[in-house]
């Protein structure tokens, strides 16, 4: 999948849409193929489907060929890859890690501060906190 696209044209020449409108029409083979072709770019983006959007994903299916290209374009250009989204994770998780370290060892200010800690290392906490909330969130995680 390619883009952006300035012309209708431009979507209807890609090999995906062209091996669609390839296909008889009135069979249904033109929504099945074009469904596929979203399913497959939302699985590569990472993106999970409940019940509601699989309908919805039906639903766009319905429409010409190019036009399911050009969102499946969209989503396959913005989403991020497995693996990026893994490499993400790993970071996140080492650099939490980092500053958990960190606040372990507590820093003569930390030993005055009223609260036991200084504001760097609550400045740290909260980078924590912060970390994992984003990695929650990019698993899909509440």
Do not use: K
Request: charged letters at 20%; one cysteine or more.
């Amino acid at each position: 999948m390619t883009g952006p696209f300035d012309t209708e044209q431009q979507a209807s020449a890609l090999p995906e849409v062209r091996a669609i409108t390839a296909l008889p029409p009135g069979t249904g083979q033109w929504t099945a193929a074009s469904r596929g072709m979203l399913t497959e770019a939302l699985a590569a983006a990472g993106v999970e489907l409940g019940g509601y959007d699989e309908r919805i994903v039906s639903w766009l299916a319905g429409y010409e060929p190019q036009m399911v290209a050009v969102i499946a374009s969209w989503i396959t250009r913005a989403g991020i890859t497995p693996a990026d989204r893994e490499v993400i994770l790993a970071a996140l998780d080492a650099a939490a890690g980092q500053v958990e370290m960190r606040a372990m060892f507590p820093c003569d200010t930390c030993q005055q501060h009223p609260d036991g800690l200084c504001n760097a290392h609550a400045a740290g906490i909260e980078a924590v906190r912060a970390y994992r909330s984003a990695a929650a969130r990019i698993e899909g995680r509440p």
